[in-house]
């Protein structure tokens, strides 16, 4: 079942008619060298940007004509790097997720508490629910956002470049934890070795357009990433994971 599906979306010259689903419980990615329209085509599915033209459909509902807070019922979204958020504690942040739910007088009930309480368990983050949120780790912080999408009970979230900034291990435990969820997820990565392992399918962008799209072994091949990345590239499958794995040869190991 097609959960979430853009028809011809673009945006000036940054896209040009995209077209993309996203299966219920699917997690897919969308990669693509610098510029090539990755964030961009998650802010006009989310909201931030409005296509100039084609739109985004959830569950065949056009998402443009939901009002703000119905938008935000049904999808969510974990930014590239969580900001300050002035000293709000992280239980308060996570908090923040309800807001869709509810008027904006309102305050929090018990079952916002324990919705907050579930999602930082789920996240392996309870015991920070008194830190001030800008204390936090970059890993910290991210999971701490995944949590706020958590407890917004969405369709979707929508996640632009989630391991941007963290090390390595927090990289894996984020794109980890957000595969174990359960949820149907839309992500923009930069590293095409994570994508090929946390996504089951991918859409290579291209200056605005869709130039590739399937499964990673499918998709990751030496002659695309010479296209697209400009880059040599031996691609393998890795004999514990069955993902395809890419390295990267200097030009001097490729004419070698």
């Given at each position: 079942?097609?959960?979430?599906?853009?028809?011809?979306?673009?945006?000036?010259?940054?896209?040009?008619?995209?077209?993309?689903?996203?299966?219920?419980?699917?997690?897919?990615?969308?990669?693509?060298?610098?510029?090539?329209?990755?964030?961009?085509?998650?802010?006009?599915?989310?909201?931030?940007?409005?296509?100039?033209?084609?739109?985004?459909?959830?569950?065949?509902?056009?998402?443009?004509?939901?009002?703000p807070k119905?938008?935000?019922?049904?999808?969510?979204?974990?930014?590239?790097?969580?900001?300050?958020?002035?000293?709000?504690?992280?239980?308060?942040?996570?908090?923040?997720?309800?807001?869709?739910?509810?008027?904006?007088?309102?305050?929090?009930?018990?079952?916002?508490?324990?919705?907050?309480?579930?999602?930082?368990?789920?996240?392996?983050?309870?015991?920070?629910?008194?830190?001030?949120?800008?204390?936090?780790?970059?890993?910290?912080?991210?999971?701490?956002?995944?949590?706020?999408?958590?407890?917004?009970?969405?369709?979707?979230?929508?996640?632009?470049?989630?391991?941007?900034?963290?090390?390595?291990?927090?990289?894996?435990?984020?794109?980890?934890?957000?595969?174990?969820?359960?949820?149907?997820?839309?992500?923009?990565?930069?590293?095409?070795?994570?994508?090929a392992y946390y996504?089951?399918?991918?859409?290579?962008?291209?200056?605005?357009?869709?130039?590739?799209?399937?499964?990673?072994?499918?998709?990751?091949?030496?002659?695309?990433?010479?296209?697209?990345?400009?880059?040599?590239?031996?691609?393998?499958?890795?004999?514990?994971?069955?993902?395809?794995?890419?390295?990267?040869?200097?030009?001097?190991?490729?004419?070698?």
């Amino acid at each position: 079942m097609t959960l979430l599906r853009t028809e011809g979306i673009s945006y000036g010259t940054r896209l040009h008619a995209v077209d993309l689903t996203v299966g219920d419980g699917e997690t897919v990615g969308v990669v693509g060298p610098n510029g090539s329209g990755k964030t961009t085509l998650l802010r006009c599915v989310y909201g931030t940007l409005r296509p100039t033209a084609g739109r985004a459909l959830l569950d065949g509902d056009d998402l443009s004509a939901m009002g703000p807070k119905a938008r935000a019922r049904s999808i969510a979204t974990v930014p590239q790097d969580g900001q300050a958020l002035f000293e709000l504690t992280v239980h308060e942040m996570v908090a923040m997720g309800r807001s869709p739910h509810k008027r904006f007088w309102e305050a929090d009930t018990t079952a916002d508490t324990r919705l907050v309480r579930e999602a930082l368990a789920r996240v392996g983050i309870a015991d920070l629910a008194e830190r001030p949120f800008p204390s936090l780790s970059g890993g910290e912080r991210q999971r701490a956002l995944v949590a706020r999408a958590l407890v917004q009970r969405p369709a979707v979230i929508v996640l632009d470049e989630p391991t941007n900034h963290l090390d390595i291990r927090y990289q894996l435990e984020v794109l980890t934890l957000v595969t174990e969820l359960g949820t149907t997820n839309l992500l923009a990565l930069h590293d095409l070795n994570l994508a090929a392992y946390y996504c089951d399918r991918l859409y290579v962008l291209d200056a605005g357009r869709v130039v590739a799209e399937g499964p990673p072994a499918e998709v990751l091949t030496p002659a695309l990433l010479a296209t697209v990345y400009g880059v040599d590239a031996e691609v393998t499958t890795y004999s514990a994971t069955g993902a395809p794995t890419v390295v990267y040869l200097p030009k001097s190991a490729s004419r070698a």
